[in-house]
């Protein structure tokens, strides 16, 4: 079990550019979630796929943010036109259905907007 | 609305003494309780969870926890503070959904 992985772990770019995020999941996991975690703050959830259909997004998720889960196994997540508020780290998290609350979190990307 | 706080956003504690972290939430639904912990420029790793079965919970690293529902809390303690054990610590809630709603996190130093 190699454990959620994600990447980049930090990326830099300036303003208005687009980034890109992948996650790779627990590979039996079929729930995979993101979260944006601010500095000195808990995370915040962004949105929540269930195998490849988006169940759930939050209001954080403006519509520069779109997040997609193709072939229900790894995610990216990109934002469009990217604003300095966007700097944070990006957590993505994965879990088995059912019974099986837990989420197991990746080491996230950190993401810096000059 | 479900909400998770966490009082005290620093604690400071001395080696070998008591770990103590404050965690109260509100939820419409029984809830589901976690505590993570973060190492810097890390993810969070799972130290516990409540999920209805055994009030008093046992996690990894020798920390513990108790749901008090009368109380609607879901403290974290450990008896003997390790150097190690300095790091950043979330109290999260799953209720309605399967999001996770955290607290505010509470960064734990330890004194030599």
């Known amino acids: 079990d190699t454990g959620v992985s994600q990447d980049p772990r930090h990326k830099i770019t300036k303003r208005g550019q687009n980034v890109t995020f992948r996650c790779d999941p627990i590979?039996?996991?079929?729930?995979l979630y993101w979260y944006r975690q601010t500095l000195g703050q808990g995370p915040e959830f962004l949105t929540y796929?269930?195998?490849?259909?988006?169940?759930?997004k939050s209001r954080l998720l403006s519509d520069r943010f779109s997040a997609e889960r193709p072939k229900g196994s790894f995610s990216t997540l990109e934002i469009q036109r990217t604003e300095q508020g966007d700097s944070a780290m990006y957590l993505c998290?994965?879990?088995?259905?059912?019974?099986?609350?837990?989420?197991?979190f990746g080491p996230g990307t950190r993401l810096t907007v000059t | 609305a479900q909400s998770v706080t966490q009082l005290g956003s620093h604690v400071s504690v001395s080696e070998g003494a008591l770990v103590l972290l404050r965690c109260n939430y509100s939820?419409?639904?029984?809830?589901?309780l976690f505590w993570y912990v973060q190492y810097p420029n890390q993810g969070l790793q799972l130290l516990l969870k409540?999920?209805?079965?055994?009030?008093l919970v046992k996690g990894i690293n020798g920390f513990e926890a108790e749901f008090k529902k009368s109380e609607t809390s879901f403290h974290l303690t450990k008896p003997s503070a390790h150097m190690s054990d300095a790091a950043e610590y979330f109290c999260?809630?799953?209720?309605?959904?399967?999001?996770?709603?955290f607290g505010g996190g509470t960064r734990v130093l330890v004194k030599p």
């Open positions: 998290a994965s879990s088995l259905g059912g019974q099986y609350y837990e989420q197991y």
């Open positions: 590979s039996e996991h079929n729930r």
């Open positions: 796929f269930q195998n490849e259909a988006q169940l759930e």
């Open positions: 939820s419409s639904v029984p809830p589901y």
């Open positions: 409540y999920t209805s079965a055994a009030t």
């Open positions: 999260a809630l799953k209720a309605a959904g399967n999001k996770l709603t």
